[in-house]
């Protein structure tokens, strides 16, 4: 069976057992999901994305979990992610309106 599938079918009773729950036991249960969101790593979000030179330029947005435990959002940040001799490389290029202007001076003009 799709592992897909079986992960729907499990979420799907979740929903249902959920729904069935009382004031106390919602309580518990958000404790619950607080705890886990607490333990996953944050994630950038891809705003814009093109090619340029060798490697692709990149808008993300840097999303990052503060000791009281809160979600906070930094950036737009431009990062330029490039190969070069059998290895992946990433540069940031920081806040502007022209990163391909910043990537060119900081790798040099080919």
């Not at 940040?77 to 190969?83: G, V």
């Amino acid at each position: 069976m799709c592992m897909h599938i079986e992960n729907n079918e499990h979420l799907e009773h979740l929903i249902a057992v959920v729904e069935g729950l009382d004031d106390r036991q919602l309580n518990w249960f958000q404790a619950a999901i607080d705890r886990r969101r607490g333990t996953l790593k944050p994630e950038s979000t891809v705003l814009e994305r093109r090619g340029y030179r060798n490697g692709i330029l990149q808008l993300e947005g840097r999303a990052y979990r503060r000791k009281d435990g809160q979600l906070t959002e930094r950036g737009p940040y431009w990062y330029f992610h490039y190969r070069e001799g059998g290895r992946q490389h990433t540069l940031y290029v920081g806040k502007t309106d022209n990163p391909e202007v910043i990537v060119d001076e900081k790798l040099g003009k080919e």
